[in-house]
């Protein structure tokens, strides 16, 4: 195999650091869009659907994952949502036009079969309010039926529907997108920011320990980007603790060198939101700090034409099923590695979706469940990126790209235990043809012993996995890892997603 002779490198040292890693960090999204719900999620008289109709084949996969938080649920489905329709028995909800994907929408899946699904699997529910065609009532409403303890019409009515106990959600987002004109009931940043601002006060009166989560631009390519943050945090400062990104990317025009370096771009958007936000700080002369909540992210082709038939007002059509290559995995752990980069203000993310819609997970009606390729970079991570992110500043050799100029071959973060002095990197090779060299001194961490380097790649670097071939693309184990006098040297091949784990501990 080829390489560089010039290698990539860099040094850990466990005194600088950038900050710990907030677990909500990995969550994820479920929305009532396309096969996400139905078909994915819940599939009652599916052969593995357990007595409330979900998949327990799915719910292994989501454990498996890691998901810490899921959104819920929207995304553009919330700006239409009528909560109460999805509450109560089954036979009784209503079915409703969903105008955001032009679908039709049962209600057969509602909130207490979502807080369900997030106890089987562990995952901190994350909820989101109808800033769309609802607003500060509406919200407050929905809050009271699914926290106060009891004793009330809306607390009661959720004891009778089956949940005693309150849902205790303690993350909330203010509507979804409102910047978008394709939004149900799209707002200027002053229209918005005065909503969400009166929806926040009311909410916090109900419980002042909520976590609020303000929208943000839906991208940096929205003409009003930064200036709509601006207006709606001067708003909503006192009563919102995050504000919203949502970030997609795709390759186009073949232009693959440019597509593995979007998180140059993510890494741009990130610091030109914290930038925004720690200006509206200084002007009201607050003392907290907004953080951000990355809940929408991913590798999403929105310009490919959709390969199923799919009519108006269909009930779960076939919709957004990207199916990811090796390369788009490689992308995707770039996108990870930039959230791990800035985990001092990124303290919430959710991976937009989680089951069939652009997402790690796919399922095939009566049929199997499998990990999709971007699978296996969001497992690792949640798994072995906890901790405190440490400072990564590499000496690379670079590449040109169209879009972004001069960029580093290498992209990568590092993760430290301090209890246990375990650290765990994360390295993306962006090079399509050649192996890279990396060297990592890592004497001021003291973790000096290799537990394993696993790789993401492929010889094709189009391999996907799917329903007759789940397993075509897994990481696998990399060949001459080694440290030496406290400097770890590795080759990273082309095009390749790397965990490497090190530890300390002599046993």
């Not at 790789?455 to 001459?480: I, S």
Request: aromatic share 8%.
């Amino acid at each position: 195999m080829s390489h560089r002779t010039t290698p990539a490198r860099f040094t850990l040292d466990s005194a600088f650091g950038i900050g710990a890693v907030n677990p909500r960090l990995y969550g994820s999204f479920v929305e009532h869009l396309g096969r996400c719900v139905y078909t994915g999620i819940y599939e009652p008289g599916h052969p593995q659907a357990d007595a409330d109709g979900l998949r327990q084949d799915v719910l292994d996969l989501v454990r498996e994952l890691g998901v810490t938080t899921v959104r819920y649920p929207g995304g553009n489905f919330v700006s239409g949502y009528r909560w109460e329709d999805s509450v109560g028995p089954r036979e009784e909800r209503p079915v409703r036009l969903d105008l955001a994907w032009k679908t039709t929408e049962t209600n057969e899946f509602g909130l207490g079969e979502f807080m369900d699904f997030c106890t089987k699997t562990g995952m901190e529910p994350m909820m989101a309010v109808n800033l769309g065609t609802r607003g500060v009532e509406d919200a407050l409403r929905l809050l009271e039926y699914s926290n106060h303890p009891g004793g009330t019409e809306l607390s009661d009515r959720r004891a009778d529907h089956g949940a005693k106990e309150p849902y205790g959600i303690k993350m909330w987002c203010l509507g979804n997108e409102m910047d978008g004109t394709w939004q149900i009931g799209h707002k200027t940043a002053e229209e918005y920011g005065r909503l969400a601002a009166e929806t926040a006060r009311a909410m916090k009166m109900i419980d002042p320990d909520l976590e609020l989560v303000a929208c943000g631009s839906s991208g940096t390519g929205i003409k009003t980007f930064a200036a709509w943050e601006a207006t709606v945090l001067e708003a909503t400062y006192d009563n919102v603790e995050h504000v919203s990104l949502h970030a997609y990317y795709e390759e186009t025009d073949g232009d693959r060198d440019s597509f593995l370096a979007s998180a140059v771009d993510m890494e741009h958007y990130i610091e030109s939101v914290v930038a925004t936000c720690d200006h509206v700080r200084a002007r009201l002369k607050a003392t907290k700090r907004i953080n951000l909540s990355f809940d929408e992210w991913n590798v999403w082709y929105q310009k490919r034409t959709n390969p199923h038939a799919v009519e108006d007002w269909q009930q779960a059509p076939r919709l957004l099923e990207d199916v990811y290559t090796v390369t788009d995995a490689v992308v995707f752990g770039s996108m990870l590695i930039a959230l791990l980069r800035h985990a001092d203000r990124v303290t919430a993310a959710s991976l937009a979706q989680l089951v069939n819609v652009i997402a790690p997970i796919m399922t095939e009606p009566d049929g199997p469940a499998w990990r999709q390729t971007t699978f296996f970079p969001f497992a690792q991570a949640s798994t072995y990126g906890r901790g405190r992110v440490l400072r990564v500043d590499v000496d690379s050799p670079t590449y040109t790209t169209a879009k972004f100029g001069e960029v580093p071959l290498l992209h990568a973060t590092a993760v430290i235990d301090d209890e246990t002095g375990d650290v765990t990197v994360f390295a993306v090779n962006r090079s399509q043809t050649e192996a890279l060299p990396l060297n990592i001194d890592l004497r001021g961490v003291g973790a000096h012993t290799l537990v394993e380097h696993l790789v993401l790649a492929d010889g094709d670097p189009e391999a996907v996995n799917t329903a007759d071939r789940p397993d075509r693309v897994t990481p696998h184990p990399a060949t001459g890892t080694t440290v030496t006098d406290g400097v770890l040297h590795a080759e990273l091949e082309p095009l390749s997603w790397n965990m490497i784990r090190l530890t300390g501990r002599q046993d």
